[in-house]
């Protein structure tokens, strides 16, 4: 594995991400590889009737958290991949609420929808990892913010790892 690129800088990213940057611990590709071992057992172990369980009025299934982190890992790795080949246009932001209506996912099993969760993160790391040192330092822009490649990628790892711990504390623990 090639060496994880350092922690972004605060002029690579909007400002409500540093969030999710600031969860992310460790080398960022490991944590990766770590969040998708980590999803597996969590996904594995949710009893069948919680799948479609929402813990409060308006709030999302497990089905649904799991298909939103699928699409928002598609989202981030697709600009990640544009701005590393030097794409300049510009990406729109993409509204969670409408996709996560749209997706599905409410109506898949959730063994389907951790299928695909780790087909997803395996085909991150293969991008993240074919990346050179200097491709990292790219920008591009999306939803009206500047970005840095690197930036994405641990928004990825930090978003996951958000979303995993919902699903612990709002779902599981009771």
């Known amino acids: 594995m090639p060496p994880s690129p350092a922690r972004p800088r605060p002029d690579e990213y909007a400002d409500f991400y540093e ?3 600031a969860a992310v611990e460790g080398p960022l590709l490991e944590a990766l590889e770590h969040d998708s071992g980590e999803w597996r057992d969590l996904l594995a172990s949710v009893p069948p009737g919680l799948e479609g369980h929402r813990y409060a009025p308006g709030k999302w299934s497990i089905r649904e958290v799991v298909g939103h982190v699928v699409d928002a ?3 981030f790795s697709v600009r990640a991949m544009a701005f ?3 794409d300049r246009s510009h ?3 993409f509204d969670e609420n409408a996709y996560a209506a749209a997706s599905g996912a409410q109506r898949r099993p959730l063994a ?3 299928e695909e969760l780790a087909a997803v993160r395996r085909s991150t790391l293969l991008l993240l990892n074919s990346f050179e040192d200097e491709t990292w330092d790219r920008r591009g822009t999306a939803a009206g913010y500047e970005f840095t490649v690197r930036s994405l990628a641990w928004i990825m ?5 958000h ?3 919902v699903v612990v ?3 599981l623990e009771r």
């Open 91 to 93: 990406f729109p932001s």
């Open 19 to 21: 969030t999710y940057i």
């Open 157 to 161: 790892a930090g978003h996951s790892r």
């Open 84 to 86: 590393a080949r030097g």
């Open 169 to 171: 504390e709002r779902y």
């Open 112 to 114: 389907n929808l951790a």
């Open 73 to 75: 890992e598609r989202m």
């Open 163 to 165: 979303h995993r711990g």
